[in-house]
């Protein structure tokens, strides 16, 4: 599971995290996933309990992403926000957090995606990833080059990390 990992979290960090940080998050995970009780009793510095709704080789991953990979909010123009502050400021974006503070959840989330869809064209754009179960915010979601998107899926059933693209599941979740 060890190399699942390594290849997931790769792909979804797009380049913002160096290999061996890479290799360190794949390899806690995979003990977190192989030994829950022993991984625990070896560090007990992780703060984790079995009430928690997700297994504690995902806690692994989502608690090891930093915040310019894994992206929280509560609402769609604090997640462009984060987004924007993860690119390097010379990137333009068309759209600005503020026009999505009136907009509902998935005209935000389109104009969102168009803008994602738009750039690094050699990798086909971005798509924003719903990633894991969302724990102290409403949303919770990884960019992912768009050329990656089949793989990523691949690697997350095969982990066991619940994923989708997060206009698709808005979009799905709106239609009842």
Same mark, same amino acid.
């Given at each position: 599971?060890q190399d699942l990992l390594i290849e997931l979290i790769g792909k979804i960090s797009s380049?913002?995290?160096?290999?061996?940080?890479?290799?360190?998050?794949?390899?806690?995970?995979?003990?977190?996933?192989?030994?829950?009780?022993?991984?625990?009793?070896? +560090?007990?510095?992780? +703060?984790?309990?079995?009430?928690?709704?997700?297994?504690?080789?995902?806690?692994?991953?989502?608690?090891?992403?930093?915040?310019?990979?894994?992206?929280?909010?509560?609402?769609?123009?604090?997640?462009?926000?984060?987004?924007? &502050?993860?690119?390097?400021?010379?990137?333009?974006?068309?759209?600005?957090?503020?026009?999505?503070?009136?907009?509902?959840?998935l005209a935000a989330l389109n104009s969102i995606?168009?803008?994602?869809?738009?750039?690094?064209?050699?990798?086909?754009?971005?798509?924003?990833?719903?990633?894991?179960?969302?724990?102290?915010?409403?949303?919770?979601?990884?960019?992912?080059?768009?050329?990656?998107?089949?793989?990523?899926?691949?690697?997350?059933?095969?982990?066991?990390?619940? &994923?989708?693209? &997060?206009?698709?599941?808005?979009?799905?979740?709106?239609?009842?």
């Amino acid at each position: 599971m060890q190399d699942l990992l390594i290849e997931l979290i790769g792909k979804i960090s797009s380049g913002c995290l160096p290999d061996d940080e890479i290799v360190r998050i794949a390899t806690e995970a995979n003990a977190a996933y192989t030994d829950p009780e022993g991984f625990l009793l070896a +560090n007990p510095d992780v +703060n984790y309990d079995d009430t928690y709704p997700i297994p504690l080789g995902e806690w692994m991953v989502v608690g090891n992403l930093p915040d310019n990979v894994l992206f929280q909010a509560d609402s769609y123009a604090d997640l462009l926000t984060q987004i924007i &502050a993860s690119f390097n400021p010379d990137v333009p974006f068309n759209i600005k957090p503020k026009q999505l503070l009136k907009a509902q959840p998935l005209a935000a989330l389109n104009s969102i995606q168009v803008q994602l869809s738009s750039m690094n064209k050699d990798t086909g754009g971005y798509i924003l990833l719903n990633f894991s179960e969302p724990l102290d915010d409403e949303l919770q979601a990884v960019l992912i080059y768009s050329s990656d998107l089949p793989r990523v899926m691949e690697l997350c059933v095969a982990v066991g990390i619940p &994923a989708m693209p &997060a206009y698709e599941a808005l979009r799905q979740a709106t239609q009842g």
